[in-house]
């Protein structure tokens, strides 16, 4: 595959990550945590064929997040001059893809055992367990940003705006967590926090793509060079 054609694919997995992953809201969600053990397994047991679909759908978009991670390292790799902050960058992309694995595996376990009928008890440590999975990733996504505006910002591989808003996002990313502490994790002060975090996410790779898509382009010779050429 040449240069133009990677550069391609690379930037079009990442909005096509995008688009799938704002699909996958529109697919039904599980029950409230608080709601009692069976009436949890039963709800995701009448909405399996919905479950399954979004479980497909959400894998086929972070396939697509790994190969924007892999172009991604290459465009800030090819940039810098000393320092291996893109790095950090590739690490961090690799260890949300590797966590969103096991998210999925027990979201599946989940579904297949409300199906099944299993002990409600069972369901719900399942549940429990996909929530928390979920937590750790945002560090992950933190050391992802964090790379590559440390790669980014020094060599200008990418516009400035770019690399000061992924270092923005690190940071709200990591201050987020702290929800983790709150008594009240769905209605504390930092949920706002939160989602504006995953909002940004999806944003900043929305853009980011679609700049690198439009540089793999090749440039179109002016009108004055045609004429000059025939």
């Known amino acids: 595959m040449n240069q133009t054609r990677w ?13 799938l992953t704002f699909a996958t809201f529109f697919t039904p969600s599980t029950p409230d945590a608080d709601k009692p053990a069976a009436e949890i397994a039963q709800t995701i047991a009448d909405d399996r064929g919905a479950h399954i679909l979004n479980f497909y759908v959400s894998g086929l978009a972070w396939l697509l997040f790994l190969v924007f991670v ?3 390292w290459d465009v800030l790799r090819s940039s810098e001059r000393g320092s291996r902050a893109s790095v950090l960058a590739l690490l961090g992309g690799v260890a949300v893809y590797a966590g969103v694995l096991v998210e999925q595996s027990a979201f599946l376990a989940l579904v297949n055992a409300a199906d099944a009928g299993r002990e409600p008890v069972a369901v719900r440590a399942l549940y429990e367990l996909e929530e928390v999975v979920l937590v750790p990733l945002r560090f992950a996504l933190a050391a992802f940003f964090l790379g590559i505006a440390l790669a980014a910002i020094p060599a200008r591989a990418l516009p400035r705006w770019l690399g000061w808003t992924a270092a923005a996002l690190a940071a709200l990313l990591v201050v987020g967590l702290l929800g983790v502490f709150s008594a009240d994790e769905e209605d504390g002060p930092l949920v706002p926090i939160l989602v504006l975090g995953r909002l940004g996410v999806l944003l900043w790779i929305l853009a980011a793509s679609t ?19 025939t």
């Open 70 to 72: 892999a172009f991604l």
């Open 211 to 229: 700049v690198l898509l439009r540089r793999s382009r090749p440039a179109q010779p002016s009108r004055a060079h045609a004429r000059a050429a």
């Open 7 to 19: 550069q391609q694919l690379g930037a079009t997995s990442g909005i096509l990550f995008v688009v």
